[in-house]
T-cell receptor
Framework: GAVVSQHPSRVICKSGTSVKIECRSLDFQATTMFWYRQFPKQSLMLMATSNEGSKATYEQGVEKDKFLINHASLTLSTLTVTSAHPEDSSFYIC???????????FGQGTRLTVV | SQKIEQNSEALNIQEGKTATLTCNYTNYSPAYLQWYRQDPGRGPVFLLLIRENEKEKRKERLKVTFDTTLKQSLFHITASQPADSATYLCALPNSNSGYALNFGKGTSLLVTP
């Protein structure tokens, strides 16, 4: 199965700054990657679908100008949280899959804390 | 709206017993359903996938059932071990986003020796 590496695993940033999170598919060429966010004791919420070579597709209620997604290659997608605020503090997780009816592989997640 | 509901309360069982976790869904007609395990501070790990035309699926000590009439899946861990302690997530295909998944909140399982 696919191995997904996410970096950094933890980041603390000041309010108003931007933070970039990388998601790499190490052994699988991923035309599509997914970004999720998880608040404590809550379910994983799909934020956006990252499409290689084209614009990301955002879920309703997710600000595309705040959460910038770039999927420039088949092995790398990045999520940039711009002008971060304390309410953006959360656990961000990326995932890769081979299509419907197959398992999905997740990165280890990034714990973002905005102070 | 679409909902995936899992037991919100933690499930505590004794080692060796069978753990049974429930997933109920509404406003879905899923072609398949998946179960994942999530440890604290980590991403989910895939356990089992069951298709709508399958009643039951097994993998080692794990068993999943899928009742599309009741709109329910049951997840069983037999001969449970302390290492099985984790949060278990039920997931259904996101109807709007290709093969992305929608997740329930998960059920926390604690297996005590």
């Amino acid at each position: 199965g696919a191995v997904v590496s996410q970096h950094p695993s933890r980041v603390i940033c000041k309010s108003g700054t931007s933070v970039k999170i990388e998601c790499r598919s190490l052994d699988f060429q991923a035309t599509t990657m997914f970004w999720y966010r998880q608040f404590p004791k809550q379910s994983l919420m799909l934020m956006a679908t990252s499409n290689e070579g084209s614009k990301a597709t955002y879920e309703q209620g997710v600000e595309k100008d705040k959460f910038l997604i770039n999927h420039a290659s088949l092995t790398l997608s990045t999520l940039t949280v711009t002008s971060a605020h304390p309410e953006d503090s959360s656990f961000y997780i990326c995932s890769v899959g081979e299509g419907a009816y197959t398992e999905v592989f997740f990165g280890q997640g990034t714990r973002l804390t905005v102070v | 709206s679409q909902k995936i509901e899992q037991n919100s309360e933690a499930l505590n069982i004794q080692e060796g017993k069978t753990a049974t976790l429930t997933c109920n869904y509404t406003n879905y007609s899923p072609a398949y359903l998946q179960w994942y395990r999530q440890d604290p501070g980590r991403g989910p790990v895939f356990l089992l996938l069951i298709r709508e035309n399958e009643k039951e699926k097994r993998k080692e000590r794990l068993k999943v059932t899928f009742d599309t009439t009741l709109k329910q899946s049951l997840f069983h861990i037999t001969a449970s071990q302390p290492a099985d302690s984790a949060t278990y997530l039920c997931a259904l295909p996101n109807s709007n986003s290709g093969y992305a998944l929608n997740f329930g909140k998960g059920t926390s399982l604690l297996v005590t020796p």
